[in-house]
Each structure stands twice: as C-alpha cells, then as structure tokens.
C-alpha cells in the first residue's frame, strides 16, 4: 500500500552494535587508535614495493561511512606502490559507538573533525613524517568537508588535499536542495521512522537513487547497506550547511606549492545526484580564485597556470589556478565504490605522481 514511500526498518537501529566487528577488508590490516573518548578504527595498506616521492594517503569517509568504503581504493593503490590508511570516526565502523541520542544531537563537526586529526598524526607518528606534514588527505562527501575544514582551522599540514564528491566549504545547503528534489517523500518517511537519521538511506532502493549508479549489482548494494553505521549526526550536515572554511586558510595549510602548482584534486562522478557538476565546478572555482589571489599576494611563489585540458577517460577533466578538476564517467555520489570505481583509482594515482 505504501510502496511508493519504500519504507523499511531493516536498517533502523536505535542501539550501539554489539558483539565483534566484521574482518577487515581484504589486502588490509585493522588496528586502533587510543583516544581519550574512545578507541578508533585505522585500516591499513601498505605497499610492498613503495614507489619513490609518494607520500602515504589517509582517506576520511563521509555520512553514514566508514573506513571500509575505501578497500577498493587502498588495495589498487597498494599494488601500485602506494601506502594508504582509513580512519573510522565515532559511531562508525569499528570505532567507539557514542548513544543513539548523544550521536544524533551533541555529536558536532569538531567532535569529528578531532578525530580525523587523531587518526593523521597516528598515521604520521606510524610512518616516521613528523607532525609538519608528508600525507594526502583524500575526503569523500562530509569527509570532505572535515578535511577542509582541519586545514582551514590549521589543525595539520598536508602535501596534498583530494575531495571526493565533497561537500563544498561554501556550504552544503544546495546539496541536501538537491536531495530533497530527488526523494519528495523524504520528511514524510522521516515521521514514519520517528526522525531517525537513516530515513533517507533506510531502503535498497534509497541507497542506490542517492548513491549509487544504475548499473552498481544488487549484491554490492547489500554489502554497502551492511557496513552503513546504525545512526548518524545531525549536527555534522548542520554545521557544513553554510559557509564554514576560508579557502586561502585551507591552501595555506598545504605544502609543497613551489614544487608543483597544483596540489588540489576535486573529483566527482558524472552521474552523482547530491554533489552535481554545478557544485562541484564551483568548488574549483573557489579554489582556484582564492589560490590566484595568493599568488598575487606573494604567499605562494609558483607559477600560477591559466586551465588546460588534462588527460584523462571522459575528455572532461582539466588543471589550473593550483586545482585539478576531474570526473568518473558513469559513477554516482559514492564514486570510489561504484561500478567503475577503477577509473577514479587511477586518476587519483595520477594526481599523486604529479605531486
């Protein structure tokens, strides 16, 4: 009778997961880091014939992740010479689990954002960097917005910053527009699940229309849907909703510009419905601007290169003004694990070299 909602509370918890955690992904290693709330997850790749000037890569999930959204990614790159690690935040994965209540309403984008810290200077301590630099931050969707905004508040350093399908430092209200443009039954399955923050996601069918391809196999959906986290925060999305980092603060907290002119990657999937081509090009944009300005202000001493033509399957990525912006032909909002993933995987392997 109500099909047209596609309600379910198969995926509607209102508890911390009990028992042991799944394995580790395959081709990767778990481990924990020890923090005064609790203990995060920290998976691990490592490369068995590390290849030269490339610095190790710490990927930060987004809402309703966890590190386990980024195995395809850090075995492509391990086998290809790339050291990478994937942090857990609270109430995710195999991290510590806060209360159904202290996770949806006092659980806050610096709460977060504190722990994608964590797990950088555990991955710096671990690879012998120091704490000044010497990682890729690479953040997918609200882990894309953390990671500008640990740089924008200069809580770390990197060498290099990768959003994928991120929310955009502008602020992400156009984002959940777009969101509720797609789902016009979102508020009033919202009441039927008591405000619960998996509504949007709580049915296959959500999943793949917000996330996913058409083509992405039913039996990965299932998986996908297996590893989402029980419940969410409502105060990460509300505290990215507007305008929350200074872009310059967020390059300036990048090393590495005398060496390479470009050291941002904005990356997104051609068929993603949440961070569309709009925003993510307004995303560069705002990068490129504020990194001309830095230029012009003799903050950095590079050349500041007028957009080209990069190359890359699709013919639609391009480079300029400290930016590379590119696109995964076919894939949707979760772009590092839909049906052509791999495509992404060498792009970013690509960016990593030019660094």
């Given amino acids: 009778m109500l099909d047209f909602l596609h309600l379910s509370f198969q995926h509607i918890h209102w508890r911390r997961p009990n028992g042991l955690p799944a394995p580790a992904p395959a081709g990767t290693t778990r481990t924990f880091i020890s923090t005064a709330k609790g203990d995060l997850e920290l998976l691990c790749a490592k490369a068995g014939s590390p290849a030269p000037g490339i610095p190790p890569v710490v990927f930060m999930h987004g809402g309703m992740g966890s590190a386990w959204v980024w195995h395809e990614y850090m075995r492509y790159l391990a086998g290809r010479g790339v050291t990478s690690y994937a942090v857990s935040a609270r109430g995710h994965g195999a991290s510590w689990h806060p209360s159904f209540l202290r996770m949806l309403y006092a659980t806050t984008k610096r709460d977060l954002a504190d722990d994608l810290v964590a797990g950088i200077k555990a991955v710096q301590e671990r690879e012998g960097i120091g704490a000044g630099a010497g990682i890729v931050l690479v953040g997918h969707s609200s882990g894309g917005g953390l990671s500008q905004y640990i740089l924008s508040e200069g809580d ?108 941002v990657l904005v990356m997104a999937g051609t068929e993603d419905k949440l961070m569309t081509k709009q925003i993510q090009e307004k995303a560069a944009e705002t990068y490129r601007t504020a990194f001309s300005e830095l230029v012009r202000e003799r903050a950095f001493e590079v050349k500041d290169n007028v957009i080209h033509a990069l190359a890359g399957e699709g013919g639609l990525d391009n480079a300029g003004h400290g930016v590379e912006l590119a696109w995964v032909p076919g894939a949707g909002h979760h772009l590092q694990n839909d049906t052509t993933w791999e495509i992404g995987a060498e792009k970013l392997l690509a960016f990593l070299h030019r660094l």
């Fill in 156 to 263: 770390v350093r990197v060498r290099g910053l990768v959003l994928l399908g991120a929310v955009p430092g502008t602020g992400s209200l156009p984002v959940y527009v777009n969101w509720w443009l797609l789902d016009s039954w979102f508020a009033i399955r919202m009441v039927f699940h008591g405000w619960h923050s998996n509504s949007p996601l709580s049915h296959p069918f959500l999943v793949r229309r917000a996330f996913f391809s058409k083509e992405y196999p039913n039996d990965k959906l299932a998986g996908f849907q297996r590893h989402m986290n029980r419940y969410e925060s409502f105060l990460w999305p509300l505290g990215m909703m507007f305008r929350f980092v200074d872009p310059k603060s967020v390059l300036r907290s990048i090393e590495g510009w005398g060496v390479n002119s470009n050291r």
